[in-house]
């Protein structure tokens, strides 16, 4: 199956920097990407729909200013936490979508640890 | 909108025995159905999934699924478990209506191999 991968795996910071997540398709270009946040014991829970080109579509809750995305080539995707707090400490995922077939990929995540 | 049901937040089974787990969705449209396995730390797998066809799905190590339009049922199983299948298992759905839709996870499963 398509290869999808996230840099870093995990990454801990102080309270109040920003933290950037690359995820990259290897071997398909994405026209759309999702970044997704899990946390303990929980489900995947959708953050946002990163498109190639234009501007991500962010669910229900998810603040847009907080959680940047761009999505400028693709096979990248990018999110930053802006001024991170303990609270954003979680497991984020994303995934891409092959448009040759109905199924997402999925990276192998991302630990984010705000001290 | 689509709704995943995973009735059982932890299956412990005995090494060697045979394991279900289950998943109901509910749609309004008819459906793509997918299990996806979860090691710890790691990225979700895709295990198996429904597109059309045969309503028997057959997997990865072993596991098999089948899907039941009447009873909107999508049930995980394997007919004998190994100590490496422990892990969380995540049932999906996404809407079958042109285009591509959002996935909808449910909360996940945790099967517990036990020696």
């Known amino acids: 199956g398509a290869v999808v991968s996230q840099h870093p795996s995990w990454v801990i910071c102080k309270s109040g920097t920003s933290v950037k997540i690359e995820c990259r398709s290897l071997?398909?270009?994405?026209?759309?990407m999702f970044w997704y946040r899990q946390f303990p014991k929980q489900s995947l829970m959708l953050m946002a729909t990163s498109n190639e080109g234009s501007k991500a579509t962010y669910e229900q809750g998810v603040e847009k200013d907080k959680f940047l995305i761009n999505h400028a080539s693709l096979t990248l995707s990018t999110l930053t936490v802006t001024s991170a707090h303990p609270e954003d400490s979680s497991f984020y995922i994303c995934?891409?979508?092959?448009?040759?077939?109905?199924?997402?990929?999925f990276g192998p995540g991302t630990r984010l640890t705000v001290l | 909108a689509q709704s995943v049901t995973q009735l059982d937040s932890q299956v412990p089974v005995f090494e060697e025995a045979p394991v279900e787990l289950r998943c109901n969705y509910s749609s309004s449209v008819s459906v793509y159905l997918f299990w996806y396995v979860q090691y710890p730390n790691q990225g979700l797998q895709l295990l198996l999934k429904y597109l059309s066809g045969s309503t028997l799905v057959k997997g990865i190590n072993g596991f098999e699924a089948e899907f039941n339009k009447s009873q909107t049922s999508f049930h995980l199983r394997k007919p004998s478990v190994h100590i490496s299948d422990t892990a969380e298992y995540f049932c999906?759905?996404?809407?079958?209506?042109?285009?591509?839709?959002?996935?909808?996870f449910g909360i996940g499963t945790k099967l517990q191999v036990i020696p």
């Open positions: 995934s891409a979508r092959d448009p040759g077939h109905n199924e997402q990929f």
């Open positions: 071997d398909f270009q994405a026209t759309t």
């Open positions: 999906a759905v996404t809407m079958n209506s042109g285009g591509y839709q959002k996935v909808t």
